[in-house]
């Protein structure tokens, strides 16, 4: 059993059941998670005989780093291998004075996006919840190497589950990786700093705001009309604009909170004049902002990015049905880091291949 696989307060009642004192689950989070440390040899205000061997069959096993790659404009694609083989990604994205790091809950995804280079991969399997925690340690183990944060605390300020995978069909490892990312024992990071971003699967909303985590929900909507919506994303044959509003509308919000529709910019296909106008109409009663995303392209995607004017356009037309439209801006695409870009060739391939695919 890997201990990172648990909520953090049970690690003490765990580790009694092995014959520790329960405060040593507090030392031990504290090494973890403020120091970065999973060695117990190196956690040197353990008696000698804590620190020699894990109790009983308790792990710190993490996914090891295979490449850490950077944009010119400082975004860092990390790839991390699971002990089983498959590769996943994270991104530390650097903007504005915070440092946003950026999950996959999932090896590859099973929800089909046509714009997402991730889709291609198909779903291999969910990560556990020490698979995410570790994508964290890795990637502050990266930035504190690079004597970031020394002085100003914790380097990552930012949380967004927008990686590889759908964070609503692994929802029983998100939450408790939730969980341990905002208790005090763990990272400590505030809940309204973290946003768990959804394809729309319906009933998982409501259990996400049932668990009262208290994160920041964003929903890819990328269509006005359920029409379109179907052609590019699957899930809309099975949830359609209508009841997502209604869940979006029952998800706990804080005052001045507010959900994020994700619109992903497809040039030619859903970013006409006519079609933000709808998509005014869609949201305007509604509580919500539109962070518009204009496609970051990848090799062999059908779509086109359109032209910052359309984009301007798009988002002064949702201005006048006072929407608050932000664009967001295209985060390491010269290493295929920004959004919709994350895959792993040779995992598509064999992926293909078990499948049967005579193409691959
Ligand atoms: S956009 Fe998200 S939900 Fe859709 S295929 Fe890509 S990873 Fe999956």
Not at 15 to 21: A, D, F, P, T
Not at 152 to 169: K, Q, R, S, T, Y
């Amino acid at each position: 059993m890997n201990l990172l696989d648990l909520p953090v307060p049970l690690w003490g009642e765990t580790l009694s059941q092995y014959g520790e004192v329960p405060y040593r689950g507090r030392q031990i989070s504290h090494w973890v998670f403020k120091k970065l440390v999973t060695d117990l040899s190196q956690m040197t205000n353990l008696p000698l005989s804590s620190r020699a061997l894990p109790p009983g069959n308790l792990s710190f096993d993490l996914p090891e780093v295979v490449t850490s790659e950077t944009s010119v404009d400082g975004t860092r694609k990390i790839a991390l291998r699971l002990h089983d083989g498959p590769i996943i990604e994270s991104v530390l994205i650097p903007r504005k004075g915070r440092m946003t790091l950026c999950l996959s809950t999932q090896a590859g995804c099973g929800i089909g996006c046509r714009f997402c280079r991730t889709a291609a991969m198909g779903l291999i399997r969910n990560l556990g919840v020490s698979e995410i925690l570790g994508q964290w340690i890795e990637a502050m183990r990266l930035l504190v190497r690079e004597g970031w944060g020394e002085r100003e605390g914790p380097p990552i300020d930012h949380i967004v589950f927008m990686g590889m995978g759908e964070p609503l069909a692994n929802l029983d490892v998100l939450i408790p990786a939730i969980r341990t990312l905002t208790h005090p024992d763990g990272v400590g990071l505030s809940p309204r700093r973290i946003t768990v971003s959804t394809s729309g699967l319906v009933p998982k909303i409501d259990l996400l705001g049932r668990a009262n985590l208290g994160v920041q929900l964003a929903v890819s909507l990328c269509a006005p009309t359920d029409e379109l919506r179907r052609e590019i994303m699957p899930v809309g044959r099975v949830y359609p604009i209508g009841e997502i509003l209604d869940v979006c509308r029952r998800y706990p919000l804080r005052n001045r909170e507010r959900v994020t529709f994700e619109y992903v910019l497809l040039s030619g296909v859903n970013d006409s004049r006519e079609q933000a106008r709808l998509l005014g109409r869609l949201l305007a009663p509604f509580r919500s902002k539109v962070n518009l995303i204009p496609f970051n392209p990848f090799p062999g995607s059908p779509f086109g990015r359109p032209s910052d004017q359309t984009v301007a356009l798009f988002a002064e037309i949702l201005a006048g049905f006072h929407i608050t439209a932000t664009v967001r801006k295209s985060m390491g695409p010269d290493v295929l880091a920004a959004c919709g870009q994350l895959a792993r060739e040779h995992q598509t391939m064999v992926h293909a291949l078990e499948k049967g695919d005579p193409s691959t």
